[in-house]
């Protein structure tokens, strides 16, 4: 069943809630979105009244007594959660079609690998809003890629969810920042009666990704009081490189990744141990170095060679010998492809009522998670203060480069990286009615707090310096230049060392990162008058929210001596306070024509420029005819510059993968792909405190028709727009490289004329100023910031068809269709930009169906997924010839590559069998045919897969599940 069936299904079955417990109804009316899960009715609850009741659905805070409202609202109950093989909230969400591709952890440099993210309409993680009962959710500590701030959808246990309700277009109006994409509202189980247990265990055929999940939901009731509580235990593991081979090596690059010297010799596999000569050739290592025991599984003999060309052509008899090194065989054998993660969940939550409409009502969650996840374990190269060449007493040579991976059996350990995570999360209210049961109030106070420890092993280049090449013995001079001395100890330099010995010079460090939320609300709802069309409904809300984070590093900084695995430094803290108030009125305009009008203030009081914030949305509804509805809404929004943009110090990483633009024009290179290079650069990043909020608008309008003439059948579509003015750019350090470039020589890479800005200018002359380089011309220092600079505006339709077929004998079949296609990602960095459309940079089209099928105890689901494709790696460069040589753009010998990568297209089914009232067993087979991402051709680098779209490495998985109900 699709979404959009689910969310029919779901608000059908809500409002049968309502119908039979009037006073749930009222409690519900009374706030954001509470709970509409399932009761038994009272014997007499076919004599009550048979008009529907209203309840409140995400989007607007008034209750509707209709199925479907003016914005398309998806809603999918915990139930088919479970009946999918969805494991957290992120899975689930990563499925629905609105949803674009978010920062994945396993990226070198994520600070934030233990946590997953939501990218609604691809307008960015930042700029959605998470809710738990129509409650914000406190920002997850850390940001992502050292930039945003967002909230964590792996946390979220999905034992105690009742449905989740997901409106993506802006709704600042109604809900303030960070709704500027759209809401998310996750609604937690009420009202529970007796004690379940679910367990699940599973595995991935392909290995890795071993899952076990225990679950214990339970809830009590009395005379005027419930509680309900739930415990959840999951495990997860890992999936390294090492569970995937073919994606271990370097070397695994697409074909057209290979330049002339790979296809004549072989890749250039990516150093282990190595010392480069006064030339720069790799010094030999002994014999036998590299296949010794203890080395033999990491490193292996290469030899360095390169050929001349001469134009398009190789000249075979213009070979020069680089010499010999121990490569890696597996570089990326200890990186993650998914984190592993431990889960310990706990949640109670009741009411008490006191009569007369007044009812007290509170909760406490605690949700605490250890993520395991690593990247490439500790290495020695030129690095800082480290000397970039020295003079070996020991050899009599010149060492002008150096490079010493330790391995795992050296280690004694993998190194992972451990990140535990504590998320509390309390609210307490009471709520009611005033003026004769007309008007419904609500008054919530409710603390969050959110910490995480990050452990980790960290690098001591220095340590390692020392270990391997001793203390300095002074100076000698080399063909008039003054060099540093060292004697290094070749037996430990080509040989393995013990775990003892390095943990000599071994390091540990922890981060910390912690952010909260103190919030007050008080709601107000109720009919304010009848009319000849019917009652205005209103509904009124206050809030207060006080919020902050804070950022601790390990306090040994980022230092030749100690660095984090990712060599990150992010550091910052503040805190912000916002008052806000908000009206939203229902006019029906006629018996079939309704209008709704909303209007919010948010004050701010934070480091930043944001001061008032208003925003107003209007929404119509038309049914002119039965069983069609038409609607349409329209809204400002605005977006308060992150936390993390504001607050932001210097922050610092440390960047080996990358494209030196100046470098490939000195060269007369056609192309520049970012590689790794034998030199790193430290990246600055600070915050700003001048940024000005994010401003923007939404649009939609379609149609929702329940075919009249074919029962159970529903067909629905809605155009939507976004936009966002004067949006905070984090300007990336790749930006800044490709201007520095632009700006020094006023070319673009393949020779084209720079034009985005006048050489001389202030821009060029900061952007400049902003990278540095060594005697040698590399890059060792880049500075980025936010600042206010981009405009995008994207568009598009999302579809849906739901079909219910009720048999005799056959049972209940239910089918649905969800589609959204993209028109448009409209994009201008600057004003003197042209508005391009980058539809194709990311997915373009995404579509779900399921079919369901119900009959006795049987419950069969098959659903499939589709994510289209996207312009491969390379796209728009010139192709590289049968030699492996590149021409550049406008050469004779160039065509012009417009390559896509196909559509990610996985299909998978549950089986489920229910024995008896207590009992049920189900099995999930995830990627029913054991699909894994490819490497396109011209791909380089770690993962290779296109992940843009959806692509991964997991594979075919299996899980059993268990329901039993102890009462």
Not at 221 to 237: A, P, V
Not at 407 to 425: I, K, L, R
Not at 623 to 637: I, K, W
Not at 732 to 747: F, I, M, P, S
Request: charged share 15%; hydrophobic share 35%.
């Amino acid at each position: 069943m699709s979404h959009t069936a689910f969310r029919r299904r779901a608000l059908a079955n809500a409002l049968a809630v309502a119908l039979f417990t009037p006073f749930v109804a009222h409690a519900q009316a009374a706030s954001a979105p509470q709970d509409a899960s399932a009761q038994t009715p009272p014997a007499d609850a076919s004599k009550k009244a048979a008009t529907l009741e209203k309840v409140v659905v995400t989007g607007s805070r008034i209750a509707r007594a209709e199925v479907e409202g003016p914005a398309p609202v998806s809603i999918i109950t915990g139930a088919d959660i479970q009946k999918q093989g969805f494991t957290t909230v992120y899975e689930l969400m990563n499925s629905i079609t609105q949803a674009g591709i978010a920062e994945t952890a396993p990226s070198w440099g994520s600070t934030s690998v233990n946590a997953r993210q939501l990218n609604l309409r691809n307008l960015g993680s930042n700029r959605s809003l998470l809710l738990i009962d129509g409650h914000r959710v406190v920002d997850y500590p850390m940001p992502a890629s050292g930039k945003t701030n967002f909230q964590n959808y792996n946390n979220v246990p999905t034992g105690m969810i009742d449905r989740v309700e997901i409106l993506a277009s802006g709704a600042s109006a109604i809900y303030g920042s960070d709704a500027i994409g759209g809401v998310v509202n996750i609604i937690l189980k009420k009202n529970y009666q007796g004690d379940d247990i679910k367990v699940q265990v599973g595995t991935s055929k392909r290995g890795g990704r071993d899952f076990a999940d225990f679950n214990f939901v339970g809830g009590k009731s009395g005379e005027n009081w419930n509680i309900i509580y739930n415990l959840q235990r999951s495990h997860r593991t890992p999936l390294w490189g090492r569970d995937r081979p073919y994606t271990a090596s370097d070397a695994d690059a697409g074909y057209g990744a290979w330049d002339q010297n790979a296809r004549m010799f072989g890749y250039p596999r990516y150093t282990g141990l190595s010392l480069n000569d006064a030339n720069g050739n790799f010094i030999a290592p002994p014999a036998g170095a590299c296949s010794q025991a203890g080395f033999k599984d990491n490193f292996s003999l290469y030899h360095k060679q390169t050929v001349g060309t001469n134009g398009h052509t190789v000249d075979p008899t213009n070979i020069t010998d680089g010499g010999s090194y121990c490569a890696q065989n597996a570089l990326f054998n200890n990186w993650v492809l998914t984190p592993g993660r431990d889960d310990k969940d706990a949640y109670i939550a009741g009411n008490y009522d006191f009569g007369n409409g007044l009812q007290a009502y509170g909760s406490v969650g605690y949700w605490g998670t250890t993520g395991t996840s690593n990247t490439q374990l500790p290495f020695l190269y030129p690095y800082g203060s480290l000397p970039g060449s020295f003079y070996d007493q020991t050899s009599g040579q010149l060492i002008t480069n150096y490079f010493r991976q330790l391995t795992p059996g050296e280690m004694g350990t993998y190194g992972n990286t451990h990140d535990v995570e504590q998320n509390w999360d309390m609210h307490v209210g009471l709520r009611g009615t005033i003026f004769d049961g007309r008007f419904n109030w609500d008054a919530n106070l409710g603390h969050a707090k959110y910490i995480v420890r990050e452990s980790y092993t960290g690098l001591n280049e220095q340590g390692m310096f020392n270990y391997f090449f001793g203390q300095q013995l002074g100076t000698t001079n080399v063909g008039g230049t003054d060099y540093p001395v060292y004697a290094i100890n070749q037996q430990r330099f080509w040989n393995p060392i013990t775990p003892d010995q390095y943990r000599t010079f071994a390091v540990g460090g922890e981060n910390t990162a912690t952010s909260w939320m103190d919030q007050a609300s008080f709601n107000l709802t109720g009919d304010l008058f009848n009319t000849w069309a019917g009652p205005v409904g209103f509904a009124g809300v206050l809030e207060a929210n006080h919020e902050g984070y804070h950022l601790i590093p390990d306090a040994r900084g980022n230092t030749v001596s100690f660095g984090d695995p990712f060599q990150d430094f992010n550091a910052g803290g503040g805190t912000r306070t916002r008052f806000s108030g908000g009206t939203e009125f229902r006019i029906p305009l006629a018996s079939t024509l309704t209008m709704t009008l909303s209007g919010r203030l948010d004050k701010y009081r934070d480091a930043s420029s944001t001061d008032m914030a208003r925003t107003w949305g209007a929404a119509i509804e038309w049914r002119p005819l039965t069983g069609v509805l038409l609607r349409g809404t329209y809204g400002t929004n605005f977006h308060a510059p992150d936390m993390q943009y504001i607050y932001q110090r210097d922050s610092q990483r440390t960047v080996g993968i990358y494209s030196d633009y100046y470098q490939c024009i000195a060269n007369h290179q056609s192309t520049c792909e970012a590689t790794q290079h034998t030199t790193y650069y430290t990246l600055h990043a600070a915050g700003g405190r001048n940024l000005l909020p994010e401003e923007g608008h939404s649009w939609t309008y379609g149609f929702v028709w329940d075919v009249n003439w074919v029962e159970g059948l529903t067909v629905s579509a809605d155009y939507w727009h976004m936009g966002v003015d004067n949006a905070i750019d984090n300007v990336n350090e790749d930006t800044v490289l490709k201007d520095e470039a632009g700006c020094r020589t006023g070319l673009q890479v393949g020779g084209a004329p720079y034009t985005d800005h006048a050489q001389g200018s202030e821009y060029c002359k900061q952007v400049i100023a902003n990278v540095i380089r060594d005697a040698n011309g590399n890059v060792s220092t880049v500075h980025t910031g936010p600042i206010n600079q981009t405009n995008f505006y994207v568009s598009g339709v999302d579809a849906n068809v739901s079909y219910r077929l009720k048999t005799q004998d056959w049972g209940t079949f239910n089918f649905g269709l969800d589609w959204t296609d993209n028109l448009s990602y409209k994009l201008r960095k600057k004003a003197s930009d042209p508005l391009l459309n980058t539809r194709y940079d990311r997915v373009a089209t995404r579509t779900r169906a399921t079919v369901n099928w119900r009959n006795g105890p049987w419950d069969v689901t098959l659903y499939g997924d589709r994510q289209g494709g996207v312009r491969a790696p390379h796209y728009g460069g010139c192709e590289v010839l049968a030699n492996g040589i590149t021409p550049g753009l406008g050469d004779a010998d160039c065509v012009v590559y417009k390559g896509h990568t196909p559509a990610w297209i996985t299909y998978s089914t549950t089986i489920g069998y229910r024995f008896n009232e207590r009992f049920k067993l189900g099995f999930t087979v995830s990627n029913i045919f054991d699909k894994v991402g490819y490497i396109p051709y011209y791909a380089g680098g770690f993962e290779f897969i296109p992940t843009l779209n959806g692509a991964n490495y997991n594979g075919r998985e299996l899980s059993l599940q268990l329901e039993y109900k102890l009462d």
